[in-house]
């Protein structure tokens, strides 16, 4: 097997698993007991999940081919 496979396979898996993340991140980060004045708009676990979703959606666009990937031997 040769490493553009190998690397494309790693993009794919490593981007499936960031926006797994970013979506339980959404989906437990609520606090129900949290007033309304004490949160904001960007707080940092949103920030995070923006992060994680945004990175791991680009990777596995690199994966399947959609942005070319640098050129590997």
Same mark, same amino acid.
């Given at each position: 097997m040769n490493i553009a496979a190998l690397a494309h396979r790693f993009f794919v898996w490593s981007g499936a698993l $960031?926006?797994?993340? &970013? &979506? $339980?991140?959404?989906? $437990? =980060? *609520? *606090?129900? =007991?949290?007033? &309304? &004045? *004490?949160r904001s708009v960007l707080d940092t676990r949103r920030l995070r999940m923006l992060m994680f979703a945004t990175v791991g959606v680009l990777a596995i666009l690199v994966g399947a081919g959609v942005i070319p990937m640098g050129r590997l031997r």
């Open positions: $960031l926006v797994a993340i &970013a &979506a $339980l991140q959404w989906y $437990l =980060g *609520r *606090r129900e =007991g949290e007033p &309304a &004045a *004490r």
